[in-house]
């Protein structure tokens, strides 16, 4: 060989200093690392920690129907038959599988969770119920793993006061939202002590639309006739939508 011994050794050296630093752009561990600690605040609101699985048989218990009216609350998402939605937050999909036979065969139906015990669940109710257009996504605390520009409705029962990192998981929803597309949180109400909930697991309206607003969002739509919840439709602001 040609090179002397010292330059080779350097050119070497400079090669490895790039691979290094291509592999510390590219790794997910990096990714893992940006990740900020969870929050145990946001905007003044305390989060409440995430429901186990355990709980799971609370979602689907025979009173739900009538503590909340489901039903109600599915009539005035006022889902069509082909639109593309994520039920965030699904647990063992009590409504994914309602908004799955809600927008047919022609829609698809975007289950995502954090837990992957919820997921299973959500499996065998989804093939019992012989139920295929249901996608379960494992999402991250602060990524849901949806597919950008591309939904039109994103449903967000009693999970958003969970999530430990709100501003990612909002940034995320905007970015996956098809044009014209809407998230809706429905969230057991503050104002109200009638409703039998923990006080860390509900929201007022107040506190929801500060938060949403900070993050891009402005109110299009809401409900105010379910039991015990708030139902809140948001859009992407406009000059956010511009960028
Ligand atoms: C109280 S359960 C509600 C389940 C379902 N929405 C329902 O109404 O039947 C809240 C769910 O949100 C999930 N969750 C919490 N943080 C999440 C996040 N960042 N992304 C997706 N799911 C999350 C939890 O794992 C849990 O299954």
């Not at 990740?35 to 739900?64: F, V």
């Not at 698809?108 to 837990?115: G, L, N």
């Not at 501003?167 to 939202?177: I, Q, T």
Request: neutral net charge; contains cysteine; charged residues 20%.
């Amino acid at each position: 060989m040609s090179c002397k011994f010292p330059s080779c050794l350097k050119r070497s050296f400079s090669l490895y200093l790039v691979w290094v630093a291509a592999l510390v752009t590219v790794s997910p561990l990096h990714t893992a690392e940006e990740l900020p600690p969870p929050r145990t605040h946001y905007l003044g609101r305390k989060i409440a920690q995430t429901m186990s699985y355990h709980g799971a048989p609370w979602l689907i218990r025979p009173e739900r129907q009538q503590e909340e009216n489901c039903t109600l609350m599915l009539k005035h998402l006022g889902i069509q038959s082909g639109v593309k939605v994520c039920d965030m937050g699904c647990g063992n999909g009590f409504y994914s599988l309602r908004l799955a036979k809600l927008v047919g065969q022609e829609g698809q139906v975007w289950a995502v969770d954090i837990q992957p015990e919820m997921l299973t669940l959500l499996r065998a109710r989804a093939a019992k119920a012989e139920i295929d257009n249901i996608h379960p996504v494992l999402g991250t605390v602060a990524d849901p793993q949806l597919p950008p520009g591309s939904i039109d409705v994103i449903l967000c029962v009693d999970v958003y006061h969970e999530f430990s990192h709100p501003g990612r998981m909002l940034r995320a929803m905007r970015e996956s939202l098809a044009p014209n597309g809407v998230v809706v949180l429905v969230e057991y109400r503050e104002e109200d002590p009638e409703v039998p909930i923990k006080p860390l697991h509900k929201m007022s309206k107040k506190q929801v639309s500060k938060e949403l607003e900070h993050n891009g969002f402005q109110l299009v739509r809401e409900y105010d006739g379910l039991p015990w919840q708030h139902m809140m439709f948001f859009g992407v602001k406009a000059d956010i939508e511009q960028r």
